[in-house]
């Protein structure tokens, strides 16, 4: 199993853990730059059913 370390208390915890079961720490969800890609694609699109 793939672990990672959480910021807030250091430990290693399992890589799907969305919240750390020490100290709770809630982990993003997904990278912010997945957000602006998809930002990106849903203005992309609307430009092209507008245009
Ligand atoms: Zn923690």
Redesign the pocket.
Known sequence: MKKKE??????N?EEEEKT??????EFPRQAPWLQWVALLLVVVMLLAFLL
């Open positions: 959480c910021p807030s208390c250091a430990m915890i750390c079961p020490i100290c709770s720490y």
